[in-house]
């Protein structure tokens, strides 16, 4: 039995996000081949070109914990139709300098929860179209958009809805095939 590492990372910075919630939903319900290991990226200053030269020690660290992961999982909420810039930003420093693309390859899955019943569907295909420049290979189905209502969720991520937690086991038993079937056909870089 091969054991993979995932790196996620959570699109909001808030202590307390839905989307947060919800990684830990998910990480409950992985299949144990699957390990992770979460990708911090509230204290990244803004990616500038400048810095391309000489990274700072917060890109690297970036850089590094993605280098470290068979696979990234992205839980994202929606910011005005798009992803927030905190991700946006994350994703630019992993991205550069160029030629040192840290996603070419790097098998990824895209999540969300939002309040509204689309839940988070324009801001995952942002994401996707940036995900798609980056060379990562994406899981394109099942898509993962939960609309998060009161209760769905304990603080933990304990999954209080059967067929909500039938979803997001299936969700990640498919990524899991997914992250085995790119890994044997592209070499990690």
């Known amino acids: 039995m091969t054991t993979y590492k995932v790196g996620y990372f959570v699109g909001s910075l808030?202590?307390?996000?839905?989307?947060?919630i919800l990684s830990r939903a998910l990480l409950r319900v992985a299949p144990p081949e699957?390990?992770?290991?979460?990708?911090?990226?509230?204290?990244l200053?803004?990616?500038?070109?400048?810095?391309?030269?000489d990274y700072p020690p917060e890109g690297r660290a970036l850089k590094d914990a993605i280098a470290?992961?068979?696979?990234?999982?992205?839980?994202t909420p929606e910011y005005n139709r798009s992803i927030p810039g905190g991700l946006k930003n994350a994703i630019d420093w992993a991205s550069r300098p160029w030629g040192?693309?840290?996603?070419?390859?790097?098998?990824?899955a895209v999540i969300g929860a939002s309040p509204g019943k689309i839940g988070?569907?324009?801001?995952?295909?942002?994401?996707?179209?940036?995900?798609?420049?980056?060379?990562?290979?994406?899981?394109n189905a099942p898509e993962g958009y939960i609309q998060f209502v009161p209760g769905l969720f304990?603080?933990?991520?304990?999954?209080?809805?059967?067929?909500?937690?039938?979803?997001?086991?299936?969700?990640?038993?498919?990524?899991?095939?997914?992250?085995?079937?790119?890994?044997?056909v592209l070499p990690q870089r």
């Open 14 to 20: 808030s202590k307390d996000s839905i989307n947060r």
């Open 34 to 43: 699957l390990e992770f290991q979460e990708i911090p990226i509230k204290d």
């Open 45 to 53: 200053p803004l990616y500038n070109h400048d810095f391309d030269a």
């Open 68 to 75: 470290a992961v068979d696979a990234v999982l992205f839980v």
């Open 100 to 108: 040192t693309n840290s996603f070419t390859h790097k098998p990824s």
């Open 120 to 139: 988070t569907a324009v801001a995952q295909q942002s994401l996707r179209s940036v995900l798609s420049f980056c060379n990562s290979p994406q899981m």
């Open 154 to 184: 304990t603080p933990d991520g304990e999954v209080t809805d059967p067929t909500t937690q039938q979803f997001l086991t299936d969700f990640m038993a498919d990524f899991k095939t997914f992250i085995e079937r790119v890994t044997t």
